[in-house]
């Protein structure tokens, strides 16, 4: 090989240049399976509070440590037939979807963006990587890590700024302020959708059958056909929970005939005339005829989530991401709906739309949409 070729800088794009783009596909393809193997430690760790290194990776199960020759992207998980070598667990095809998603992402990113210089593709690989991290913890756990949120802005500012290139620009300045004003665009517009479908649909009422009974346990409130987890109904100091109790149990006392408020957040529960902390109260049941539970039209990880995807894209590219993300919801309403599987469409978090829509973006809607929008003679 020539001693100058092997002399030059990394990403030097005259380097790059002198050999086939598409053996730069193939190695970005490899490259992502092997960001997807270490993805998959992200999805199971972060939601956890885990180090990402240490310990190193193991079975979840019997904690067994898992060889090299297993942790291979999508043949690791062949060779063991999808089971722990040791206790013959069941290991996820998850890790598989993920590691062969995000190796077929890094390479269409640097199909679309390669002529824009390695670095500038390996920085939208890394936002690519981002976003299959938060699609997969927000399906599995219904939050998106505020590393991903607040720290992909952050990056996307900061890149913005070194590689004007991902905003399709050549200095830096334009690039600075199309990432800021993405960002305070993307998180401002998803607010006000927030706020005005608070008001809209800020509470909802569920019909319990004569003699329902509902029962507050330490992390959710059950009633007869399902249970609500507290982190999904209270976000603000004034979500309250009401209900009227024909009776109604504490550890400790009962009452009869009272209106119940609850108000986790403010640490208020009124029970009739009398002030309580919940903190104090571990369990309480009630009979009641109907309650009125505290709801978002979307969550405040989403405020952020966007607020990362427009320091990537810009203004442009989050309202391709809003438009994107609401005929993604409803294509895969409607498909869950033909396949008798409506009752899904309720546990899908939106946040897998709008990284799905932001996915589309980098992958070539970026071209179209812009022409669409600002078509030429305007």
């Given at each position: ?8 800088p990394?990403?030097?794009r ?120 938060a ?45 800021v ?109 109907e ?49 008798g599987r ?32 600002m078509?030429?003679?305007?």
């Amino acid at each position: 090989m020539n001693a100058a070729l092997l002399a030059a800088p990394l990403f030097d794009r005259d380097t790059w240049a002198s050999v086939p783009f598409h053996f730069w596909t193939g190695v970005f393809g490899v490259f992502g399976l092997i960001v997807g193997s270490f993805l998959n430690v992200c999805i199971h760790r972060m939601p956890r509070g885990e180090s990402l290194v240490h310990p190193p990776s193991r079975c979840p199960q019997c904690e067994s440590r898992i060889p090299w020759r297993y942790n291979l992207p999508i043949l690791g998980w062949l060779l063991l037939g999808g089971k722990c070598a040791h206790c013959a667990h069941p290991i996820s095809s998850r890790y598989v979807w993920v590691e062969g998603l995000t190796g077929a992402l890094f390479a269409g990113v640097w199909v679309g963006h390669g002529h824009a210089g390695p670095l500038v593709a390996v920085a939208l690989c890394l936002f690519a990587a981002s976003l299959v991290v938060a699609t997969f913890i927000d399906i599995e756990h219904l939050i998106i890590p505020d590393e991903i949120t607040i720290g992909g802005a952050v990056v996307g500012v900061v890149l913005s700024v070194l590689l004007p290139g991902i905003h399709g620009e050549t200095f830096s300045w334009p690039s600075l302020k199309a990432s800021v004003i993405g960002a305070v665009i993307g998180s401002g517009v998803v607010l006000g959708v927030l706020e005005f479908g608070k008001l809209l649909f800020g509470r909802q009422r569920f019909q319990l059958p004569p003699e329902g009974r509902i029962v507050f346990t330490e992390s959710e409130v059950c009633l007869p056909d399902r249970s609500i987890p507290y982190e999904d109904v209270f976000y603000r100091n004034s979500d309250t929970l009401v209900f009227h109790a024909r009776h109604l149990e504490l550890v400790d006392r009962c009452y009869r005939d009272v209106t119940v408020r609850l108000r986790l957040r403010a640490g208020s529960l009124t029970i009739g005339d009398e002030e309580l902390d919940p903190a104090t109260v571990v369990w309480m049941a009630a009979h009641t005829d109907e309650v009125t539970v505290p709801r978002e039209a979307m969550g405040f990880g989403d405020v952020k989530f966007m607020a990362a995807i427009g320091a990537f894209t810009g203004w442009q590219g989050v309202i391709f991401a809003l438009l994107g993300s609401s005929v993604a919801a409803l294509a895969a309403s409607a498909l869950l709906t033909v396949l008798g599987r409506r009752e899904w469409t309720a546990r899908i978090p939106y946040g897998p739309y709008l990284a799905a829509a932001a996915l589309a973006w980098i992958l070539g809607a970026r071209e179209w949409f812009v022409a669409w929008m600002m078509p030429p003679g305007l």
